[in-house]
């Protein structure tokens, strides 16, 4: 049965007897299922760490206090005498697409203490009918893990099928289903300052007038930019470096998500900055913004909590940041983010407030994980169903598609960093050959790059911003032999070397995920990370490198299907050349 819209509703519904029966438990004249007695609780609202005893009915907190009337024969009583009780963790930014998936990432998420993410649509928007995509939503908000999304407006790369996809009548709707809490994250903003996207525009003013959040994206932005968009209907931004830029988003009435990530994990220098500055961390929340495996090795919201409790912050300030902070922003601090009655009970059982990662998660009031072991199990979704097989193409490369041609004009695309490119011109004997085949396979655009790894003989790719292909290297045909692996395996990423398979990872799920657990892809991750080190990779975060060469929010340059794009005049400095299709 499809998905049938029914406006905003309670993340966790109520029958009437479920509702009565609640109220009958709170006043002690029904026995509850689950009693915490004896803990320390985090109490979020008022800032305190108090004596209480927690008693929980079906899927909701019926009772925080000392009294013990509600305990009877079936009631399960837990002692948590020597441990301390907090919120399930919330991730207001997440990007559930770094080579896991969203079934995997909430897996993991949920054994470490994160019972509530949103999360970005685009991925499944770019491959998924609105009407099955809205079906997956459903399905992934029965989980343990509650999985809300957000809106994309624009799609961060360039490509006329993908910016049709964005029209404001398709947003209208996906601003209307109740598993989507904002628009965003506004990686177009520039079309906005320069009034050149009114579909843009229609689509902020509509989530404006729904009531719903928007997330931005204004990385280095000035006062006058940032005033801008906030008058245009942001709401909160996740891109601060530093304690002034942080500040400066407050000021404007901007909600401010300090990040921790694996490419700019700058959590412990805005931490220190805000505490000098004495700021106020009232409107604050923290996040990973899609961490790649390898960085999440040690967690996720609960490593970001003990890197900011490291770094100077008071423990319930931070708990606060992660826990009620969020939920308030978001406007269901009646439902989640807090231990109170009423709430869903989505708790975390520590063994100390500077130890955030739990020894125990309950969620929904069962047990969901204990000792790092996760103790329930939902259904993995059917991913074929949903449209997100592996490739299946018609077409391979052939061998012309490897080389710089003599009648085309090149640049050279100079990576600053994992993820800034330059525009050079001149090359050199140490610049490789990039080359992206769009996903249909009848354009290519052929580039020098600089800066990535100079002794690499050949890598491809299907995990890239635009769903297309990129191979790069120094050797055509070691180039050729990764990317027609890539297509044979339907999806991922392989190093070549010496003609011998050096690295291989299958990405089954539209290009882009793995089927596989996260501790698995860390090792992956970490393995990939060092033979690209090896081979001459500069940079921090290799899994940002690949997705983000055809990723139009950034500066300079980027590969795209309609060719080499400088991002900022929008100019294409050099046409994507039809080829020679291979079936």
């Avoid at 399930?88 to 997440?94: I, T």
Wanted: glycine share 8%; with cysteine; proline share 5%.
């Amino acid at each position: 049965m499809g998905f049938v819209h029914d406006g905003r509703r309670r993340i966790r519904p109520l029958t009437i007897s479920e509702f009565r029966s609640l109220m009958r438990v709170s006043k002690g004249i029904e026995e509850a299922d689950v009693y915490f007695c004896g803990g320390t609780v985090c109490n979020v609202y008022s800032g305190e760490w108090i004596n209480a005893n927690v008693a929980v009915k079906g899927r909701h907190i019926a009772y925080v206090g000392m009294s013990d009337q509600m305990v009877g024969e079936n009631t399960r009583v837990i002692d948590v005498h020597d441990q301390y009780i907090v919120p399930g963790y919330m991730e207001p930014h997440a990007h559930p697409f770094q080579l896991y998936n969203p079934y995997t990432f909430a897996q993991f998420a949920l054994l470490h203490g994160t019972t509530f993410l949103v999360n970005d649509n685009l991925t499944l928007y770019l491959t998924m009918p609105i009407e099955r995509m809205e079906e997956f939503f459903h399905e992934a908000g029965q989980w343990p893990v509650k999985m809300t999304w957000w809106a994309r407006f624009d799609p961060q790369t360039s490509s006329p099928e993908s910016e049709s996809l964005f029209d404001p009548v398709r947003i209208r709707r996906l601003l209307g289903n109740p598993y989507v809490l904002q628009g965003g994250e506004l990686t177009a903003w520039p079309q906005i300052l320069a009034g050149t996207n009114d579909e843009l525009e229609l689509n902020l003013w509509e989530a404006g007038n729904m009531g719903k959040r928007v997330e931005g994206h204004m990385p280095g932005a000035s006062i006058e930019t940032l005033s801008a968009m906030t008058a245009a209907g942001v709401t909160a931004c996740h891109e601060a470096m530093t304690g002034e830029e942080a500040l400066r988003r407050l000021r404007l009435g901007l909600w401010t998500s300090l990040r921790y990530s694996s490419l700019r994990p700058d959590l412990p220098v805005l931490i220190r900055d805000l505490l000098l500055s004495q700021a106020d961390f009232h409107r604050m929340m923290m996040t990973t913004d899609g961490a790649t495996p390898a960085f999440l090795e040690r967690g996720l919201t609960d490593e970001m909590v003990r890197v900011a409790i490291e770094s100077g912050l008071e423990p319930m300030r931070a708990y606060q940041m992660v826990t009620v902070q969020p939920a308030m922003y978001y406007g269901i601090d009646g439902e989640v983010g807090g231990i109170a009655p009423g709430r869903i009970a989505d708790l975390l059982l520590l063994s100390a407030p500077t130890i955030p990662t739990p020894e125990q998660v309950w969620a929904d009031g069962k047990l969901a994980a204990s000792q790092g072991e996760l103790q329930i199990d939902w259904k993995e979704p059917d991913w074929a169903y949903y449209g997100q097989s592996g490739l299946l193409l018609d077409w391979l490369t052939v061998s012309e598609d490897f080389y710089l041609q003599e009648d085309e004009k090149v640049y050279v695309i100079d990576l600053e960093n994992p993820a800034i490119t330059r525009i050079r011109e001149g090359i050199t004997a140490d610049d490789l050959t990039g080359i992206l085949i769009t996903r249909d396979g009848k354009h290519a655009v052929r580039s020098a790059v600089r800066g990535f790894a100079r002794r690499l003989d050949g890598m491809a790719s299907s995990f890239t911003a635009s769903g297309d292909f990129m191979a790069l290297g120094r050797n055509p045909a070691a180039m050729q032999q990764a990317l027609n692996r890539v297509l044979q395996i339907g999806g991922g990423i392989v190093l070549i070397e010496n003609g011998e398979v050096l690295f291989e990872l299958a990405l089954p799920l539209a290009g882009k995920m793995s089927k596989r657990p996260l501790t698995e892809l860390t090792v992956e991750n970490k393995k990939l990370e060092r033979l690209l080190s090896e081979r001459g990779y500069p940079h921090y975060d290799l899994i940002y490198t690949l997705l983000f060469f055809t990723s139009t929010h950034l500066p300079e340059v980027r590969f795209t299907p309609r060719g080499i794009l400088h991002v900022k005049s929008g100019e294409i400095l050099v046409p994507a050349k039809v080829r020679r299709v291979s079936l």
